[in-house]
């Protein structure tokens, strides 16, 4: 299966706890941290949500 690399690039301080219980579901818990994720729609629907706090890398 294909995979999305994301990378955290804003702090999750300030943001509602669904948005951070949203990260580390992802596995995010540092800015500038990348993580390799399958590329599946709930996977989508997760970053979709706190697009505001992570950018998806080549």
Do not use: C, F, W, Y
């Amino acid at each position: 299966m294909a995979t999305i690399k994301v990378k955290q690039v804003r702090s999750s301080i300030g943001v509602p706890i669904d948005q951070k219980k949203t990260l580390s579901a992802l596995g995010l818990r540092k800015i500038s941290q990348i993580i390799e994720i399958e590329d599946t729609h709930s996977n989508r629907g997760m970053i979709k949500k706190v697009h505001h706090l992570v950018v998806v890398v080549d």
